[in-house]
Structure formats: structure tokens, C-alpha cells
């Protein structure tokens, strides 16, 4: 693999954890490889592994862009990933305040909801 993978794996974990990741890998088939590939060098070797943001601003920028996109599906793996990025609950309150302005209350509100669930689920756990 390329160092850019590397760092990006790396990074992966730093940010969604050891056990995601491995659970992620172990699902990997010949089908999706050259895709997880793709984006743990696109997404966390470049990405996330650049120096300007820290992990706590990149954290909140992404969901923002989840939630002002609609792809909720991926919110609840960005909420998760906050205990290591370091963005609090409160930085999650302002982002979808500012997504209910410029993308849409309905946005915003649904990703607040899949938050929650998370932030208890996260709780119990």
C-alpha cells in the first residue's frame, strides 16, 4: 500500500477508533476493496490527515456537510467519532443551528435527532 493509506488508516483509527475500523475491514470484500481503498487515502490520507484543522474542526465541518447534505446516514458514525476528535455536544448544537440556516431546518433537524440517539446510545454504552 502507499504511505498516503497508511496515513490515512491511521488517521482512520485515530478518529473512528480501532474497533470500527476493524469491523469495517473484516466486511471488505474484492467488490468494495479498490472503493475503502479510494477513500482511506482520498478521505483520511489527504483529507483528515491535513494540518490546518485539528480533528475537532474537521469533525464539525463533516457533519455539518452530512447534515446540510442529507446523508444522515453517516452522522451517527461522525457523532461517535467526536469522543476522539474532541467536538463537544455544544459544537454540535451551533453546526446544526448554522445548517438549520443555510441548508434547512428539516436537515438540521433530522441530524439533530439521529445525535441524540447517539449521544444516549454513547452514554449507556
Not at 21 to 44: N, R
Not at 97 to 109: E, F, S
Amino acid at each position: 500500500m502507499s504511505d498516503r493509506y497508511d496515513t490515512g488508516m491511521a488517521t482512520r483509527r485515530a478518529v473512528l477508533g480501532d474497533a470500527h475500523v476493524d469491523k469495517a475491514e473484516a466486511a471488505k470484500t474484492a467488490f468494495d476493496e479498490p472503493f475503502q481503498t479510494f477513500i482511506t487515502e482520498g478521505a483520511w490520507g489527504s483529507v483528515w490527515s491535513r494540518p490546518h484543522f485539528t480533528k475537532r474542526e474537521r469533525s464539525i465541518v463533516t457533519l455539518a456537510l452530512l447534515a446540510a447534505q442529507g446523508n444522515f446516514e453517516e452522522v451517527a458514525m461522525h457523532v461517535r467519532a467526536t469522543a476522539n476528535t474532541g467536538a463537544s455536544t455544544e459544537d454540535m448544537i451551533e453546526t446544526m443551528m448554522h445548517v438549520a440556516v443555510y441548508a434547512g431546518v428539516p436537515k438540521a433537524n433530522q441530524a439533530l435527532k439521529i445525535m441524540k440517539q447517539t449521544l444516549a446510545e454513547m452514554e449507556n454504552e
